[in-house]
């Protein structure tokens, strides 16, 4: 199904994530959106993504009412925050300081540690406002690209001269009657900038597979738009005090979509931990681990058949030395994108000591093979790592 352009992800200097919202939503109200612009540390970007990545899992369990989208350049990573209202008092700012109180009252060595380790990383940051401009944006009849397909996202920025606002938009309102004449495909969202130092009046942001399909469909356009399409390009260079581009790279693995604004989120989640419950379902046989952040993974001998069964929410593990069961386990499981939590329930004598503790961990199931990894700051078995194959 082909992607409705002018749709959230494809907002504020960044960001397109497949997260399709009405047309007749976007005309009726504009779009205020925060972004965050980081410059990160020599050395460091490692470091920063990685943190992020545990603050999207935070989000993701707890349920943050606000999206963010991300991308990236060589200048650094930028994180965009959608909101209908800026001030303390609106219904959004009293649903984030109940979010953030939740999360640090059950989160708050883990959150620390994240923070710290992004700030750290962090050279300087700055904040920009941005509001979107339905009436200056261009939603072709049929889009391109499929949903997904895009990775990058190309912006152009016009620095108008003072006084000629309303002339600027006359030109691109013809420019985007004669894209629709011409039936152009690729469509392009217009935000204007109201907060930030030495700021373009607008901003065009479009999306694109990557640089090589960016520069063919914008020759193509040309070709098609002809002289009068270049004519109107040039008219609004000429009250334009600076013209500027830039190219950033979606960053899926960083952004997070909220229920609240992606409402086939909840049933897409719901999709996805019954197709992981169905992945898991079955009789493992642990092949590799390891148990220390530096340590080696180490083959399981074939004497030791240490087994795991998941049936729907349930969980047992054997230890099986040589014809005789060891230890068992198990209990009950829970599944969030691709972690997994689980609760023990009971265990025998050797493992009575961990009977009503949960641990997390992150999941990558490929056919018959499982990889079971913990989680920094999960509070257990965090740098356990098992390599385990269906039975």
Known sequence: MKRHVVSVFAAAVVFHLAIGMAQAQEEQQRTLWRLNKYVIKASMEEQFVNAVKELREIDRKYHNPRSTFASNNSSGYSFAIPEKNIGPDTEESQMW???????????????????????????????????????????????????????????????????????????????????????????????????????????????????????????????????????????????????????RTIQRQLSYISEEQNPSSKENTEHAHHDLHEKLNGTWRLSQSRSSENGSLQNVPDVIQYMKVFDDGFFVVINN????????????????????????????????????????????????????????????????????KRR
Request: hydrophobic share 30%; glycine share 10%; net charge negative.
């Open 321 to 388: 030395n040589d014809g005789m069961v060891e230890t068992t386990h198990g209990g009950t499981y829970t599944i969030n994108g691709d972690k997994i939590t689980e609760k023990i329930l009971f265990g025998d004598e050797d493992r009575n000591n961990i009977v009503g503790s949960e641990f997390s961990f992150i999941l990558q199931v490929d056919g018959d093979s499982l990889v079971q990894k913990g989680i920094k700051g999960s509070g257990g078995l965090e740098d356990l790592e098992e390599h385990w």
């Open 97 to 247: 300081r109940e979010y953030t109180q939740k999360t640090w009252e059950a989160e708050e060595d883990r959150l620390h540690d994240i923070f710290t380790r992004m700030y750290s990383a962090i050279q300087s940051r700055s904040v920009e406002l941005w509001q979107h401009n339905p009436g200056l944006s261009y939603t072709p009849e049929n889009p391109r690209l499929d949903e997904g397909e895009a990775g990058i996202i190309h912006i152009r920025a016009f620095f108008v001269k003072q006084g000629h606002g309303r002339q600027f938009r006359e030109i691109v309102s013809d420019y985007i009657e004669l894209c629709r004449e011409n039936n152009i495909p690729n469509g392009f969202n217009c935000y204007t900038l109201f907060a930030g130092e030495d700021m373009p009046q607008f901003v065009f942001v479009s999306e694109w597979k990557n640089s090589e399909d960016y520069t063919e469909q914008q020759s193509l356009t040309k070709d098609h738009l002809g002289e009068e399409g270049l004519n109107l390009f040039l008219q609004a260079l000429n009250i334009c005090d600076k013209y500027a581009q830039e190219e």
